[in-house]
């Protein structure tokens, strides 16, 4: 699964699953929506089949989100195609906010993907989303050192509906 050096991983996310994420998000507002997303490796890279919604437990649900940790340890258990998580960044851009990094190891050594949506306006009457994605990736800063931290950086990946 792993993508070759310097090569983007591809997430396909059928369109529903998007529209559940979106509806969510707006359900959520004025707080971060989060929740997990359930899917597998496919032919250059991951697919997502399905959104689980979780509870953001955060004690500031309007600027973060932490995921309920009841629901999230029963998906750990229940949930062989675990593979993501989600969140929604209802006042600022879909990309990682340096609470997001700081929050990482909790979830990374499970998970693979890594969503992020925004509230997006336009003409239609439809809600729309903003949504990135990141590929979750394992680093070592150095290698011949002993008791290295595990650090964890995320790679945009390129999103596809399908
Ligand atoms: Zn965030």
Redesign the pocket.
Known sequence: MAALHGQQNTFFISSSVEQEMSKHMYHSLPQEACGVVLGEAAAGGIRISRFQPIRNVAPNPLHH?SLDEEEWIRCIFNEPQLIGIF?S?PQTSPV??N??LMALPAYAGLIKVYL?GTPALTSTSEPQMHLNGYEIQYKVADPSKANQQKRYDLQPAQLRMT
């Open positions: 989100f969140h960044h990682p906010s609470q997001d992020i």
